[in-house]
Structures are given as structure tokens and as C-alpha cells.
Nanobody
């Protein structure tokens, strides 16, 4: 089992910044990567960013490229999502997830076997 605890959400004005953190505990060695997903009201959950534990490669959905940065601290088993130049469209519940199934791409939520409880991000215009 892997436990994920997110923190760092909140209310921010457009153009502002927030940093989300996801602390992982338990059998993290059974996971291949960490991802962030978000779900806006009335919309389906979508991929935001991902990073593998063993590589420095990072992956982003097009709408956040150049504004968001995903990083990790392996010693702390923690993954971060630095969000800059936030827009109202970035509003939603942000979920941290641990990838356990290699068959699916990093952007597919079906490859992630563990999820955090979610943290609310609200960007006002």
C-alpha cells in the first residue's frame, strides 16, 4: 500500500503562484512515477504533469507547459507541482497519484493505482 497526502492548495488571483506538495509513504518502491491530475467542476479528471522516480524527464499537458513545473525529492518521497502564472481555467481539485501499471502512458489515469485525497486550487479573475 502507498499513502499519498497533498498540501498547498488555496485561493489565488490570476497571475499568481502556488506550490503543491505530495508526500508518499508506504511501499513507494512499487511505483514507477508520480503524476498530478486535476478535475474542474463539471469536467472529467485530466492529466497535468508527471515525473518518473528514476529519471529527470518530466511530462506536461500542453495547457500548463511553461507555467507549471513538477519536481521530486527522492529522499523525502515527495513530489511538488510549482504553478506559476495561474489562470482561472486552472481552477479545480488537484490530485496526486502514484503510477503502478507500466502498460498505460503517463498521461492515462488508468495506470495510477494510488491517489491522494485531492486539494482545491481556486484562481480568481
Amino acid at each position: 500500500q502507498v499513502q499519498l497526502v497533498e498540501s498547498g492548495g488555496g485561493l489565488v488571483q490570476a497571475g499568481g503562484s502556488l506550490r503543491l506538495a505530495c508526500a508518499a509513504s508506504g511501499r513507494t518502491s512499487s511505483t514507477y512515477a508520480m503524476g498530478w491530475f486535476r478535475q474542474a467542476p463539471g469536467k472529467e479528471r485530466e492529466f497535468v504533469a508527471a515525473i518518473r522516480w528514476s529519471e529527470r524527464s518530466t511530462y506536461y499537458t500542453d495547457s500548463v507547459k511553461g507555467r507549471f513545473t513538477i519536481s521530486r525529492d527522492n529522499a523525502k518521497n515527495t513530489v511538488y507541482l510549482q504553478m506559476d502564472t495561474l489562470k482561472p481555467d486552472d481552477t479545480g481539485v488537484y490530485y496526486c497519484a502514484a503510477k503502478t501499471i507500466t502498460y498505460y502512458s503517463l498521461a492515462s489515469q488508468y495506470g495510477y493505482g494510488y491517489w491522494g485525497q485531492g486539494t482545491q486550487v481556486t484562481v480568481s479573475s
